[in-house]
């Protein structure tokens, strides 16, 4: 990683957790607000409840489409689809261990594996408290990997059973994500840890009760968006490229496609770990079945039916899927431009902030890109104290690490080729999710910032696609 230079701007002081007006409230008591106020979101309690009903039928549904017809969509109501997917994913003994046991290793990393302790940000309810983040990631990762491959090599734990139990341990993570948001939920209530409650009770397991649970010094929150989520996914799509391996005697270029893409988003997350304590994840959103659920078990058994597609379709057809060299090439092109904009983008908003609060610090976790620190950025300085970046990607568009997501999603579903619609379930989601991300986000941050937020919105004034939207 580059040494940072100084900032032209850092010579500016920041005032601290202060309290200036803003819109003739003051700064404490503006986020003091917005962290109190309840906004039903996702249709309110009926909404959330629909997805807690609907989201486990439908990962049952597009993974029975996907592995029983070849990615054919089957009419929901199909017998045999059904009768399919029991047989295929009822709940055993032995994926269950399997899933637990990768939890709990995960967790012991968590615990023990040395990195750097990093501070939130000031958080409203705990008096602009700041807590701390054990961000070892990366270690646990490299240790991860490391201790697979032992296992893999020896013999201990094939890479590959993970594909072969793929629905025993997709219906080990829906019950265990269950399980976790009624336990966390009860033990929140139980102790008075709740917070920012509705009152409807469907609602608030939904969103959450606890703002920071923790295991000693293990954040519960952060833990299961980093070391779950993306570890899983990356095992799954690594498990069907052992699998084409021992069947055909190589791996093909879409599949080594999904290796590099879930490889890449997984060890990114690792590496800029200690951008996130500061993320409005960590310091506004509750602990319930909706980062749960999604972490646990949506994310990774659904944002890989590329991996499942490519690995179905192998075996069906007796030979990997294949496309013309331009368009393979093309695929990569896609991902690796939406991967530089993506963690550039990223980088250069957390390394901002952090240079500017003094607590960056360097770390030289591969890879680190041309870009990823700004040297003099421009930027607004608000009442609040916060300071909005609007040099470097930031001038462009105020969500253009969105947009770069979105062209690696989309790249994902690409690869697969246009045979099925179903690995373009994770693009056309993660589209919604976003509009929905930027309208609760752009909410907060007027409320938060006022008039500085309506000058940052002149100044930048599209979201996506500069000149488009
Ligand atoms: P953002 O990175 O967009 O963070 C939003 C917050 O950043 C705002 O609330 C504000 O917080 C601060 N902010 C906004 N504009 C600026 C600016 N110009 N300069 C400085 N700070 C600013 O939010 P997310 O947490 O949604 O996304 C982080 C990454 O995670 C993204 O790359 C996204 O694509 C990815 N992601 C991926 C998902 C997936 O399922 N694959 C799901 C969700 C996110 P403050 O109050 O501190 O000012």
Request: glycine share 6%; charged share 15%; proline share 5%.
């Amino acid at each position: 990683m580059s040494r940072q230079k100084p900032l032209k701007s850092s010579e500016q002081s920041i005032p601290a957790y202060s309290s200036i007006t803003i819109n003739g409230e003051s700064s404490e008591n503006i986020d003091e607000v917005v962290d109190n106020e309840v906004v039903l979101e996702f249709g309110g309690p009926w909404g959330v409840t629909a997805m807690m009903i609907g989201f486990p039928p439908l990962m049952y549904y597009l993974w029975g489409c996907l592995n029983f017809y070849g990615g054919a969509i089957v009419s929901p109501l199909n017998r045999d689809l059904w009768k399919q997917i029991i047989d295929g994913a009822y709940p055993t003994w032995h994926a269950t261990t399997i899933y637990v046991l990768f939890v709990l290793f995960q967790l012991f990393l968590a615990y023990i594996m040395p990195g750097p302790i990093v501070q939130g940000a000031p958080v409203p309810s705990l008096k602009g408290r700041k807590l701390d983040y054990l961000c070892n990631g990366l270690t646990s990762w490299y240790a991860t990997l490391i201790v697979s491959c032992v296992l893999h090599l020896n013999g201990w734990f094939r890479l590959s059973e993970v594909i072969d139990e793929f629905g025993h341990l997709m219906t080990a993570a829906i019950m265990t994500a269950f399980i976790l948001t009624i336990m966390i939920y009860v033990i929140a209530v139980a102790t008075n840890k709740q917070h920012r409650m509705s009152g409807y009770l469907m609602y608030d397991l939904f969103m959450g009760a606890p703002l920071n649970p923790r295991i000693r010094h293990v954040d519960l929150k952060m833990f299961a968006e980093v070391r779950i989520t993306w570890v899983l996914l990356f095992f799954i799509t690594i498990s069907a490229a052992v699998k084409q391996y021992e069947l055909f005697g190589y791996v093909s270029a879409p599949m080594w496609f999904m290796v590099l893409a879930h490889f890449l988003y997984t060890n990114a997350c690792m590496k800029g770990e200690e951008c996130i304590p500061t993320t409005w994840d960590m310091t506004y959103e509750k602990f319930g079945f909706m980062l749960i659920f999604w972490n646990l078990a949506g994310v990774p058994f659904t944002y890989c039916y590329s991996t499942l597609y490519l690995h179905i379709s192998s075996i069906n057809n007796n030979k990997p899927v294949e496309h013309s060299l331009g368009f393979t090439v093309f695929c990569y092109v896609l991902l690796l431009v939406g991967y530089y904009i993506w963690d550039t983008a990223n980088s250069q908003k957390n390394r901002f902030r952090m240079i500017m609060n003094g607590t960056y610090i360097s770390r030289y976790a591969f890879p680190q890109l041309p870009w990823g620190t700004l040297e003099n950025p421009t930027f607004i300085k608000t009442q609040q104290g916060n300071l909005l970046l609007t040099g470097g990607w930031w001038s462009i568009a105020r969500k253009i690490h969105y947009t770069a997501d979105l062209i690696m999603a989309f790249s994902w579903a690409f690869i697969t080729g246009f045979e099925t619609v179903i690995p373009f379930f994770y693009p056309v989601f993660f589209v919604i999710v976003l509009i929905h991300r930027v309208s609760r986000d752009m909410h907060r941050c007027a409320r938060k910032y006022g008039k500085d937020w309506e000058e940052y919105c002149k100044k930048v004034p599209y979201i996506f696609i500069p000149g488009v939207y």
